[in-house]
């Protein structure tokens, strides 16, 4: 009788057919599905974050201009939010720029992004730059620059608040202020920019608050305390309307 023989075969590791491909496959269909879930989220956002989400697909560094958030030259009303208010303040200043005599004025215009908008506020010396001495006259480099800002801000659909403050030192006069000249020199620049491009449903309020908020508080009879303000505010996105349909009770006939 012969001896029985078994033979044992090992099976060798990294043999499977299929490998890890199904694993790549796999992860390519959650990407295209997360992609897809994403693409379906923005069909149903407001039109406004559209445009802020195509302008930065399109420039993401911000260096050309972007559709729905520029302020090129097609005439068109855009509109400035929270989300791209920083755009509008590096526009402006690229604008002011290409003016020659804006190289002299350049210390004395202050631009803030605040809570209530981009706040541009033009800041006088001791000589008077922007408007003459203890009067709501504007110097002639004064009018030149509210117009230039009139010209870029009445492309937007934004509301615009204009204020005038004053420095501590009294007046002689006894029945005029600094409350007057405040006022006076707000409104005198809104003029000039409603004149200069400026839409005039833009200006929202036209503010004096003579002294009572000093940008230098520790020095209230400092010239810098002297300024026209203009603040570009937020637009605010109205949510659609939406319609509640009450259940109505049906009326039984009488027999």
Known sequence: MQPIIVVKKRKKHGSHPHGGAWKVAYADFVTALMALFIVLWLMTTSQEVQESIAGYFRDPKGIGTQTGSSMGGNGESLTITKSNMNLLKGQLEQALRKNPEFAKLKDHVLMTVT??????????????????????????????????????????????????HTDSNPFESVVYSNWELSADRANAA??????????????TEVRGFADERLRVSNRPTDPSNRRVSIVVGYTQVIPPAVTTLAAVKPVRSRQ
Do not use: W, Y
Request: aromatic content about 4%.
């Open 190 to 203: 809104r003029r000039i920019m409603e004149s200069g491009g400026l839409k005039s449903h833009q200006v």
């Open 115 to 164: 809570g209530e908008g981009l706040r541009i506020e033009l800041i006088e010396t001791d000589k008077g730059m922007f408007f003459e001495n203890g009067h709501s006259s504007p110097t002639p480099q004064g009018k030149d620059l509210l117009c230039e800002l009139a010209r870029q801000l009445g492309k937007l659909k934004n509301p615009i608040v204009i204020e005038g």
